[in-house]
């Protein structure tokens, strides 16, 4: 079964949201913003996980490279600036954007792809 990750990042906090391709939740959960915290919310589903999809705020940088030097692939970024403002983003929001690959790719910031959406 492929998974679909979202975190949403706050200043103290990552909600880490997690479905499956049918848009099951599978896991949700409010972690501290620690690396070794977050990675050790995601080990289990790993290996299942399609790709992650981060909210592209001021401090993203550290989030997404830690993961992707744990190992995690697939990473995406939604831009804040582009959401509508009524309707908000969620972690909910994030993991659909991923798992509906409706997501445009960003090339040569990073030294691995990611994506951007835009709203």
């Known amino acids: ?6 975190l949403d990042l706050h200043s103290r906090n990552t909600c880490i949201g997690i479905m499956d391709d049918a848009l099951n939740r599978v896991f949700k959960k409010r972690v501290p913003n620690d690396l070794d915290q ?3 919310t995601l080990t289990p589903f790993q290996n299942q996980l399609k790709g992650f999809v981060v909210e592209s705020t ?5 989030l997404v490279d830690g993961l992707m030097d744990a190992g995690y692939s697939g990473a995406h970024l939604a831009n804040p ?3 509508k403002q009524y309707e908000g983003l969620t972690v909910e ?6 798992q509906e690959n409706t997501v445009v790719p960003l090339r040569g910031f990073m ?3 990611l ?5």
């Open 93 to 98: 929001t994030l993991e659909e954007w991923l």
């Open 111 to 113: 030294a691995s792809p």
């Open 115 to 119: 994506n951007i959406h835009y709203v």
């Open 81 to 83: 600036a582009a959401i």
């Open 58 to 62: 001021f401090n993203w940088y550290w």
């Open 38 to 40: 977050i990675l050790q």
């Open 1 to 6: 079964m492929e998974l679909y990750a979202g």
